[in-house]
Nanobody, 115 residues
Framework: QVQLVESGGGLVQAGGSLRLSCAAS????????MGWYRQAPGKQRELVAL???????NYADSVKGRFTISRDNAKNTVYLQMNSLKPEDTAVYYC?????????WGQGTQVTVSS
């Protein structure tokens, strides 16, 4: 089992920045993929960014150049630096961890961007 705890969400004006963190605990294998997803009201959950244990990254087109995902393997923590935030980035952001065919989710953290 893996537990994921997100932090860092909040209210920010358009053009501002936020940094999300997700700390993983439990049985964590060295080879895994961690990522961030988001779900806006009335919309499906969508991928924001992924990072492998080797450091390879993948981003949604809508956040490329504005968001940066990173991880600290020693701390089992993944980060999402969000710059140049837009009102359309408003959503609940969820941390996800995948390993050995299993996926785990955090409880989510609200990000609200005002215009």
């Amino acid at each position: 089992q893996v537990q994921l705890v997100e932090s860092g969400g909040g209210l920010v004006q358009a053009g501002g920045s936020l940094r999300l963190s997700c700390a993983a605990s439990g049985t964590i294998f060295s080879i895994n993929v961690m990522g961030w997803y988001r779900q806006a009201p009335g919309k499906q959950r969508e991928l924001v960014a992924l990072i492998t244990s080797g450091g390879s990254t993948n981003y949604a087109d809508s956040v490329k150049g504005r968001f940066t995902i990173s991880r600290d393997n020693a701390k089992n923590t993944v980060y999402l630096q969000m710059n140049s935030l837009k009102p359309e980035d408003t959503a609940v952001y969820y941390c996800n961890e995948k390993q050995r065919g299993y996926g785990y989710w955090g409880q989510g953290t609200q990000v609200t961007v005002s215009s």
